[in-house]
């Protein structure tokens, strides 16, 4: 079973732009979340979606947002990008069965894109 | 406020030598906890997870972990490590209380094993 997927692998951006990354699942899993990683912040959740909604949001600017489709692929979106926005993205997707104890399943990460922002 | 902390950031071991990497979570009712691994130029990988039960843990590559309730921590152990355990190394929890999916990270801890 092929992994999680994320394209592009790199992006070199200048700030004031804004950027789509894009996310494949696992197939079958139906919830993917979204983290961003930093040598000084280390792994901060942004947001999770399921079923084409978002259940759950980090700590970060309205700049920072996504969505889910009906395939369960999703992207996120920077707007408005700031040099503080260099980071590695990471997707994570899981099956989460609602309904079965905790509902709860483990996350498999993608390799990520590496966003630098000049 | 939900937290994994992970003490050591930087750990230098020989080869065969044991390893044990500190994890300790702060109470926010029931837990999820896992252990990830980053190798060099690589993705984030599952090294294992403990949802319940036998508070023992057993994951890939002959890592285990224990689940100790009472000191809140999630300790991931090697007996003997080997040059390719060389990584970065994660701890997570997913708080349930939350009642949405959302993995809580340590900082990492950096592991160099020299041959």
């Known amino acids: 079973k092929a992994g999680v997927t994320q394209t592009p692998r790199y992006l070199i951006k200048t700030r004031g732009q804004q950027v789509t990354l894009s996310c494949s699942p696992i197939?079958?899993?139906?919830?993917v979340s979204w983290y961003q990683q930093t040598p000084g912040q280390g792994l901060q959740f942004l947001f999770e979606y399921f079923s084409e909604t978002q259940r759950n949001k980090g700590n970060f600017p309205g700049r920072f947002s996504g969505r889910q489709f009906s395939n369960s692929r999703s992207e996120m979106n920077v707007s408005t990008l700031e040099l503080g926005d260099s980071a590695l993205y990471l997707c994570?997707?899981?099956?989460?069965?609602?309904?079965?104890?905790?509902?709860?399943?483990?996350?498999?990460f993608g390799p990520g894109t590496r966003l630098t922002v000049l | 406020a939900q937290s994994v902390s992970q003490h050591n950031h930087h750990v230098i071991l020989s080869e065969a030598a044991s390893l044990e990497l500190g994890c300790n979570y702060s109470y926010g009712g029931t837990v999820n906890l896992f252990w990830y691994v980053q190798y060099p130029g690589q993705h984030l990988q599952l090294l294992l997870k403990y949802f319940s039960g036998d508070p023992l843990v057993k994951g890939i590559k002959g890592f285990e972990a224990e689940f100790i309730k009472s000191k809140f921590s999630f300790n991931l152990r090697k007996p003997s490590v080997q040059w390719s355990d060389t990584a970065e190394y994660f701890c997570?929890?997913?708080?349930?209380?939350?009642?949405?999916?959302?993995?809580?990270f340590g900082t990492g801890t950096r592991l160099l094993v020299s041959p």
């Open positions: 994570a997707s899981s099956l989460m069965t609602p309904g079965l104890a905790g509902g709860r399943d483990t996350q498999y």
């Open positions: 197939s079958g899993h139906r919830s």
């Open positions: 997570a929890g997913d708080y349930m209380n939350t009642g949405f999916q959302k993995l809580v």
